[in-house]
C-alpha cells in the first residue's frame, strides 16, 4: 500500500473520532474511559481521571456498599443530592438506580446538566418507605463523542419525617355560621423547608353538628404537580382509594369516603369529615396528606374543591400545612469512597503517531 493511502486512512479514522481524537497536553494513557474517583475532598468525580474529558462507548458504576440505610418508622423520606454535570451530547449522561433486597436496580432519575458549579436533586423515595437496607447506584453512560466534564457529585443525604411533625401553619379558618362551597386555589409561597404536608381539620364544641367536604386536591409548584397520589405517581388526588393519613387527637374523629350526605356539584366520591355520623363532643378529626419536597420551587399553589356546611356555633374547618426538615437518616460528603465499590468498561484506545483513537468506531 502507498504511504499516501495509509496517511488517507489514518485520516479518515481520525474524523470519525472527532473530538475522541487526544493530542498534546491531555495524551490519554492505553484506555481513554471514564473513571469514577474521589478528585478532592467532598467532590466525586467520573471523567478521565485528573482531566475534564472522558472517551466514548463508557460504562462506569458507582454502587454503594457501606452499612444498611433503614427508612423504616417514617412516613415521608427525602433524598438530596448534590451535583454538578457538563456532558458533550445527549448521548452523556449520569443516572440514579434504587433497588432494596433483590438488587434489581430501578432507574429513578437521568441528571440534567447543570449551568453552575452545583446542582441539587431533591427526591421524595414515596415507593421505598420500610425499606431496611436501600440501594444506590450512580451509572455513567457516554457514546461514541464523549468529551466534557463529566459528572462530579458533593453530597448524598437523607432524611426521614412523620405525620404529625414539624411546625404548623394556619393559612384560614372557617367558622360557622359560614357555608362555603365550591372550588378554592390558595396561594402557598410561604410553604419552605425540606418537607411539607397539607393538613384539613374539622371540629365542634356540642352535638350534633355538621360536616365538611374536600375533594380534587392538587399542589402546584412551577406549573408541576408535585402532590404524591395513594395510587401512585404526582397530580389530582380524587380519594376514589381511601383517605390520607387521620390524626384525631385523641377525641373522636374520622375522615371518610360515601357518607351519607348529598354535596351538591361535588360529584363522585370524596373526602368527608361527618360529626353526625361519628358523634362525640368536642369533635376534632385532622387529615394529613403524604409529605412533599418544596425546596427550591417557586410558585406554589393548592387547588381543591370544597364544602363547608356548619350546624351551629362552634363548628369550624381549617386548612394549614406542617412543614419540617426530618431526622437525619443518612449523609455522606466523601471524605473517602470506602463505602463504594466502582466498576468500569469501555473500549481501548489505539494509539497512533497522531495521538489516541478509540478503538470500535
Known amino acids: 500500500m502507498k504511504p499516501l493511502v495509509v496517511i488517507a486512512i489514518l485520516a479518515a479514522a481520525a474524523a470519525f473520532a472527532g473530538e475522541t481524537v487526544s493530542v498534546g497536553e491531555i495524551e490519554p494513557p492505553t484506555q481513554y474511559n471514564a473513571k469514577w474517583y474521589l478528585f478532592r475532598e467532598s467532590e466525586v468525580r467520573c471523567d478521565r481521571e485528573g482531566l475534564n474529558v472522558y472517551g466514548s462507548n463508557d460504562c462506569a458504576s458507582l454502587w454503594y456498599m457501606g452499612q444498611p440505610i433503614n427508612l423504616s418508622g417514617y412516613d415521608g423520606v427525602l433524598m438530596s443530592i448534590s451535583y454538578s ?62 468529551v466534557d466534564e463529566g459528572f462530579h457529585l458533593h453530597i448524598i443525604e437523607i432524611r426521614g419525617v412523620n405525620w404529625g411533625e414539624g411546625k404548623y401553619t394556619n393559612i384560614f379558618t372557617w367558622d360557622s355560621p359560614d357555608d362555603v362551597t365550591g372550588h378554592q ?36 409548584a412551577e406549573g408541576k404537580s408535585i402532590l404524591p397520589l395513594q395510587a401512585g405517581g ?9 383517605g390520607w393519613y387521620q390524626d384525631l387527637h385523641g377525641r373522636p374523629g374520622e375522615w371518610e369516603i360515601d357518607t351519607d350526605h348529598v354535596t351538591g356539584d361535588m360529584s363522585g366520591e370524596n373526602w368527608q369529615c361527618n360529626s353526625d355520623a361519628h358523634p362525640g363532643s368536642p369533635y376534632r378529626a385532622e387529615t394529613l396528606s ?31 400545612f406542617y412543614k419540617a426538615i426530618g431526622d437525619l437518616i443518612f449523609l455522606d ?4 469512597l470506602h463505602d463504594w465499590y466502582i466498576g468500569e468498561s469501555g473500549d481501548d484506545v489505539a494509539e497512533t503517531s497522531w495521538g489516541a483513537i478509540k478503538a470500535g468506531f
Open 234 to 242: 404526582y397530580g389530582v388526588e380524587d380519594f376514589s382509594s381511601g
Open 85 to 146: 454535570q457538563k456532558t458533550a451530547d445527549a448521548g452523556d449522561n449520569c443516572q440514579l438506580y434504587l433497588d432494596y433486597d433483590d438488587y434489581h436496580d430501578i432507574l429513578v432519575h437521568t441528571f440534567e446538566d447543570t449551568d453552575g458549579p452545583y446542582g441539587s436533586l431533591d427526591l421524595m423515595l414515596d415507593d421505598y418507605y420500610g425499606v431496611r437496607d436501600l440501594k444506590i447506584v450512580f451509572v455513567w453512560r457516554s457514546n461514541l463523542i464523549g
Open 333 to 336: 460528603d466523601f471524605k473517602d
Open 290 to 320: 403524604p409529605w412533599f419536597s418544596v425546596q427550591g420551587l417557586a410558585n406554589k399553589g393548592t387547588v381543591f374543591d370544597t364544602w363547608f356546611s356548619p350546624m351551629d356555633t362552634g363548628d369550624y374547618a381549617s386548612f394549614g
Open 185 to 220: 386555589s390558595i396561594d402557598m409561597s410561604g410553604m419552605v423547608g425540606n418537607m411539607s404536608c397539607l393538613a384539613f381539620e374539622y371540629g365542634t364544641k356540642v352535638d350534633p353538628q355538621g360536616w365538611w367536604a374536600i375533594d380534587n386536591v392538587e399542589v402546584i
